[in-house]
């Protein structure tokens, strides 16, 4: 079956880094577009970046030059690569592989990330 398995969170302090991992199982890597997702305390789960299967990006304008999203087809892994972080980007950030030929679509289990001082 498929599973998608988030790693890389954690408590951080303002304007430092974090670089989350998704490893995913089950499927063939290159056939989805992978997307992360964060949902804070209170709030609407939003989407943050797309890594998509054609390598090209797409970013959330909160987050857009400092999150960088890529993936590695040898690795079946999507990356997530938060600099300057902000109170603000505190949530728990969520894994998401949607097919390009199917309506198939996954999450992972979700990783807290806290920007605390």
């Known amino acids: 079956q498929v599973q998608l398995v988030e790693s890389g969170g954690g408590l951080v302090q303002p304007g430092g880094s974090l670089r989350l991992s998704c490893a995913a199982s089950?499927?063939?890597?290159?056939?989805?577009?992978m997307g992360w997702y964060r949902q804070a305390p209170g709030k609407q789960r939003e989407l943050v970046a797309t890594?998509?299967?054609?390598?090209?990006?797409n970013y959330a304008d909160s987050v857009k030059g400092r999150f960088t999203i890529s993936r590695d087809t040898a690795k079946n892994t999507a990356y997530l690569k938060m600099n300057s972080l902000k109170p603000e980007d505190t949530a728990v950030y969520y894994c998401?592989?949607?097919?390009?030929?199917?309506?198939?679509?996954?999450w992972g289990q979700g990783t807290q990330v806290t920007v605390s001082s």
């Open positions: 998401n592989a949607r097919s390009r030929v199917s309506s198939n679509n996954y």
């Open positions: 089950g499927l063939i890597f290159d056939w989805y577009h």
């Open positions: 890594a998509f299967s054609d390598n090209n990006t």
